[in-house]
């Protein structure tokens, strides 16, 4: 009604697309939640999942739907936020299309790529039919379902020696998720199921955690490196440490001279960055991420960003590396998210688009968990463990959960039973009794 | 230090093997609790599933987790009893021993046969894959699977015939499974998620549910078949009786002269007895059920029994035949349970055994729920309808669960979140991205 009639045509909307609805990409969404702007997220999964806890899937703690939550209802509310599941299969960046694995083509203005990493086996592609990997839900229940078989097939064994390879779970990777994943396993073999076994003894189960370097948990201090060791091996773990693996088969896994007889090899030891990166045709690290600038963008291509795993960043403060965990995803992310809203908005009032600001990166400190009541730590550059840390790592969950899936009693109970060493999720839901004949068979 | 001299040898403890993990073998397992027995409980899952929730997983209100349990845990403190994962593939009442798919035997002196029943396609069995049943943990992944990726398929199709094919749900069979599912199907499609998709308005999906007889529920009395049927379609459920399904493949289902063009068919027509029933060569019933005496055990073999859904009885008391529901399976397998703890306990003692009680049904009532606030039931031969019914239909199954999975708290939320049509499960685990592409592809 009292519009100045000399107010500028409105802007075409432009076409914001975002590929991966992790925490990166789906930060971005939100911070773009009041731009004039159609933004398309894609991802080849329903569901935003809450990584951090995945392997308390894996170890049969949680059911997927208590770490996940579809992402259109996530976005449900906000209205210039579309969701299309589907696979980006390449990027041309000069065309401005994203190609889907389908065919399909989705165009872009601007392009956030926040696809993270998978699994890597170091070329060895033949090892993951071998030792299945955890960076989706569909991984943790594969995890879930062959740890717990072993112990059924175990239960039917007659021979001591295919029962002592079965009965041997070999975790791969001294990172935060091997140390997780041991230490849940040991957990279950040692309180949680004992008695429910007749002519197996489940505590004489080996748990042996290989790590290539020279000690577990990189990341974190020295000491608190040797006490994550300490725990572990009086939870009954066997940490091997400077033992890189050189084979895995059905039967075995060889660290040069030395061979375990096992059935049950689990990969948390590397993952790698999407092979999407690679359509780019720009620079990639070693890992196969892309080198960004400080703005996150990749070379030559302003209105193409890369978030969260997938990016290569130092912290323009600190010059250090920009660390593969969440809450960096989730920085970056809403970085590109705002940048973008203020420049798109800008241009709807006609305005000059500032130069882009670096991306920051606000280290809130780091936990590994390694059992009930057991983790390590590092906030504002002081380190602790035992109880006090894992405290504090089941309080920041909950609260991270809470806001999530706004389920607050079932969090509750999940961390009461957890305290507990109760195990909510013990379940095998596909077809098991021939499996359970396979792990038995040619040991 | 006080034993009577002249105390008969111990009589050797009598090997008692039950088929199924199910309501009616783990009543039996748990009725000879105190035997002085050898008791092996096999059956081809690690859990004991709770079947009547199980649509609610199919349709995304729980997770497996919630309504299954391990078959080792809840027996877990009976020292008496070991679990077996393992499938049984053949009985051989001469020889007394049960034949494992694996080529295992498991010998036995009594057996308790709980098997069950299976999807049954009237002969049709290449219907199974365009139509999955419910009736264990897998299936009712596939069917929510499924279900989910309906609605992510038609958002991504731009053709309108493809789109309404893909949004045409057809549910065959109108006993209890099928009312269930087709109301929690139109419950999600017109309250839970419209607003999450831009371009599809999934209230205009059609949910079809055809039953080949001339009313729904026919377990249930006339005006309560009538009731139901315009709650479904109150809910926008189109109710198709008298409907016999003649074919189905990846595009329809025909009945007759009519078609109806759809990719989403799922099976809650019929059962059938589990063929493990035919090795036992005793006669057996239209649906593959055993025909077992009134003490439910086989002809010519008083030491085999057979309960739950695989036993063909007539009531001892009225003479109608007992009905394939969970209470009546749980009788069964109590009765039994208990029918042989006394006889063991009469041997170990050298006493007489005394004639075997005929089994005699105790009907509690009948219920079936429609959706929220919508159920139809009959207690002490009293029907009654709506929210009375569902709010019954509700606290049975809380209490049920509640002894099951001793989580209170998890159960009240599932309860409010069903009440207010929210659904916490709504998760596609396995890969996904591909099955859009062919859901949308050949219609």
């Given amino acids: 009604m009292n519009a100045a009639p000399d107010k500028p045509a409105p802007h075409p909307r432009p076409r914001v697309v975002i590929l991966g609805g992790g925490f990166a990409g789906l930060r971005a969404a939100q911070a773009l939640r009041s731009a004039a702007a159609d933004i398309t997220l894609i991802?080849?999964?329903?569901?935003?999942?809450?990584?951090?806890?995945?392997?308390?899937?894996?170890?049969?703690?949680?059911?997927?739907?208590?770490?996940?939550?579809?992402?259109?209802?996530?976005?449900?509310?906000?209205?210039?936020?579309?969701?299309?599941?589907?696979?980006?299969?390449?990027?041309?960046?000069?065309?401005?299309?994203?190609?889907?694995?389908?065919?399909?083509?989705?165009?872009?203005?601007h392009l956030i790529i926040g696809v993270g990493a998978r699994n890597w086996y170091f070329g060895r592609d033949q090892w993951a039919a071998h030792a299945p990997g955890l960076k989706d839900a569909a991984d943790a229940l594969a995890v879930r379902e062959k740890f717990l078989l072993?112990?059924?097939?175990?239960?039917?064994?007659?021979?001591?020696?295919?029962?002592?390879?079965?009965?041997?779970?070999?975790?791969?990777?001294?990172?935060?998720?091997?140390?997780?994943?041991?230490?849940?396993?040991?957990?279950?073999?040692?309180r949680a199921i004992p008695r429910e076994f007749r002519r197996i003894d489940t505590t004489t189960a080996r748990i042996i955690l290989l790590e290539g370097g020279p000690r577990l948990l990189d990341a974190f201090p020295e000491h608190l490196s040797a006490r994550a060791r300490r725990d572990l091996?009086?939870?009954?773990?066997?940490?091997?440490?400077?033992?890189?693996?050189?084979?895995?088969?059905?039967?075995?896994?060889?660290?040069?001279?030395?061979?375990i007889v096992t059935r049950n090899v689990f990969w948390a030891a590397g993952v790698r960055a999407s092979p999407l990166a690679e359509s780019l045709g720009v620079p990639l690290d070693r890992a196969g991420r892309v080198m960004v600038g400080n703005?996150?963008?990749?070379?030559?291509?302003?209105?193409?960003?890369?978030?969260?795993?997938?990016?290569?960043?130092n912290d323009a403060k600190s010059g250090a590396p920009v660390p593969g965990v969440a809450p960096a995803a989730m920085q970056m992310g809403t970085f590109v998210g705002r940048l973008l809203a203020r420049e798109i908005a800008a241009r709807t009032r006609g305005e000059p688009v500032l130069s882009r600001p670096a991306f920051v990166y606000r280290d809130k400190g780091n936990l590994a968990t390694i059992g009930r009541a057991r983790a390590v730590g590092v906030i504002a550059g002081r380190g602790f463990a035992g109880f006090p840390a894992w405290a504090?790592?089941?309080?920041?969950?909950?609260?991270?959960?809470?806001?999530?899936?706004?389920?607050?009693?079932?969090?509750?109970q999940w961390a009461w039973a957890y305290f507990r060493y109760e195990r909510g999720a013990r379940l095998i839901t596909q077809p098991s009794a021939e499996r359970v004949a396979k792990l038995r068979g040619g040991v």
């Avoid at 449900?76 to 960046?93: C, F, P, Y």
């Avoid at 209105?303 to 990016?311: E, M, R, S």
């Avoid at 504090?392 to 509750?412: D, E, K, Q």
């Fill in 43 to 109: 991802d080849r999964n329903n569901h935003h999942l809450f990584q951090p806890l995945l392997y308390q899937v894996a170890t049969a703690s949680l059911s997927p739907a208590d770490i996940a939550a579809p992402i259109r209802q996530i976005l449900k509310k906000q209205r210039n936020a579309r969701v299309l599941l589907a696979e980006a299969a390449s990027i041309d960046t000069a065309r401005r299309v994203v190609r889907l694995s389908d065919g399909g083509e989705e165009p872009f203005d």
């Fill in 150 to 190: 072993s112990f059924e097939a175990a239960e039917r064994e007659p021979d001591a020696g295919r029962r002592r390879a079965i009965l041997t779970f070999v975790v791969i990777g001294g990172g935060p998720t091997g140390v997780e994943l041991a230490g849940a396993m040991a957990e279950i073999a040692r």
């Fill in 233 to 259: 091996e009086a939870m009954g773990v066997e940490v091997w440490t400077d033992s890189r693996v050189t084979s895995i088969d059905d039967h075995a896994v060889t660290i040069g001279e030395e061979r």
């Fill in 295 to 313: 703005d996150l963008s990749i070379p030559g291509h302003p209105n193409v960003f890369v978030v969260g795993d997938l990016a290569c960043v």
């Fill in 392 to 412: 504090l790592w089941l309080a920041i969950h909950i609260v991270y959960l809470i806001g999530f899936r706004n389920r607050v009693l079932v969090l509750l």
